[in-house]
């Protein structure tokens, strides 16, 4: 097996052959699916405000074109907006303003080329059930353009109902690289268009501009944390890549997580005065406790976990490590018999599966497995369920609030 150094090596020397510029490797690379399309193609949905009135729709064209989204609640389209242009050949459109809880049709491009007739639903205000999709880890090895095992996770997640995706990292496996990107969405398309896609920066994406470019996020200064509230669901995103040297060697260039870093104050902040029948879930790619064997607890990540302790903290989603692991509840990084915070690790969609340590004392479940997490939350009772790509579900898991 190529060392791992050769292949970070790789990968950047990957980098300089690529993208001279980023953005006009994009572009490259958009050319490449057919010359002279300008139909628009990897439409998006994420949210950049709060999700119960707004929405945000990204697309790619082969050749310049323009940006609009025309919308409404039927085909007749009575709404449109125009958006600014990311590159010359990927698109972005806000939409703000929205009705809550609804149901929109949309269609996006210009007279030059309109998409398909397409849907998304905005966010209940408050207590309505939600649920939501967890998975992480869709890379292939590098050099590698073939996503099948990626492309049937997300064919399988696509198929449920679910109002949002939380993806915890390692799309990729550089992030430099737009062919991958290409790839990566390619692979993906009923997942994305199912509903909003929210994404988390992983070690393999290098802090990538493409993954900042092709991502809108809350994240307006490109940070890699950012939070929205979706129902009576509080989602915290962080960032464990907080430079290019901790993503290529985190144990020689710790991630800036303690308490006196900027995300560290950002997360206490945060999570403050959240409503007390609020879920808080917290997504992160590289775990701070993990029984994996091919990486294990990331210590550096770990002082951050202060925060989940001291402000109950329901469940914390991780990738990294390929594979499903559910932790009995933790406090202080140690199994508790009372309350305390659930650790799942969420790694099995598509990327090459690692060994776990089974015997663990702080896991509930595990297993190296291909999969896809589905959340489903119904006021007081949240319901967790780890599913193979054949929709059968493997773990499960119920909390309740108040008991
Ligand atoms: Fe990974
Ligand atoms: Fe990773």
Redesign the pocket.
């Known amino acids: 097996m190529m060392n791992r150094k050769i292949k970070i090596f790789l990968c950047f020397a990957s980098v300089i052959v690529l993208s001279l510029s980023i953005a006009s490797a994009y572009e490259n690379a958009a050319s490449f699916k057919s010359i002279g399309d300008n139909m628009p193609d990897n439409i998006h949905l994420s949210f950049k405000s709060d999700p119960s009135a707004s929405m945000t729709i990204v697309w790619d064209t082969s050749i310049p074109a323009g940006s609009f989204v025309q919308y409404g609640m039927d085909q007749h389209y009575k709404m449109a907006a125009k958006g600014g242009k990311r590159s010359s050949l990927l698109h972005e459109v806000d939409l703000i303003g929205l009705e809550s809880n609804t149901t929109y049709h949309y269609r996006c491009g210009s007279e030059d080329g309109w998409s398909q007739d397409h849907t998304f639903k905005t966010a209940p205000l408050e207590d309505d059930n939600i649920s939501f999709i967890v998975m992480g880890?869709s890379r292939n090895d590098l050099g590698k353009l073939n996503f099948d095992g990626w492309k049937r996770v997300a064919d399988a997640a696509a198929s449920d109902d679910f109002d949002f995706t939380l993806f915890s990292?390692?799309m990729v496996f550089c992030g430099f690289n737009p062919l991958e990107w290409k790839a990566f969405f390619d692979s993906a398309t009923m997942l994305m268009l199912k509903a909003p896609f929210m994404a988390v920066l992983?070690?393999?994406e290098f802090c990538s501009p493409l993954y900042f470019t092709l991502f809108a996020t809350p994240d307006a200064k490109n940070k890699g944390w950012y939070s929205f509230n979706y129902g009576n669901v509080h989602v915290a995103v962080l960032n464990t890549e907080t430079s290019l040297l901790t993503s290529i060697k985190p144990n020689l260039f710790p991630a800036d997580m303690g308490p006196d870093s900027e995300q560290y104050r950002w997360l206490e902040d945060d999570l403050s005065n959240l409503p007390d029948d609020m879920w808080k879930v917290v997504v992160l790619?590289?775990p701070p406790y993990s029984c994996g064997k091919a990486h294990g607890d990331q210590t550096d990540v770990q002082p951050i976990t202060e925060l989940f302790d001291e402000h109950n903290v329901d469940l914390v989603f991780c990738?990294?490590d390929h594979g499903y692991q559910r932790s009995k509840p933790m406090v202080d990084g140690k199994v508790t018999e009372g309350k305390g915070t659930i650790y799942v690790i969420s790694a099995g969609a598509g990327a090459p599966l690692y060994p776990l340590n089974e015997g663990d004392e702080r896991l509930s479940y595990a297993k190296s497995c291909y999969h896809y997490t589905l959340v489903e939350v119904d006021g007081n009772v949240l319901t967790l369920r780890a599913k193979y790509p054949d929709g059968e579900v493997f773990d499960s898991l119920t909390l309740k609030r108040g008991s």
Do not use: F, K, L, V
Request: hydrophobic share 0%.
């Open positions: 880890d990292g390692d992983g070690n393999h790619h590289r990738g990294h």
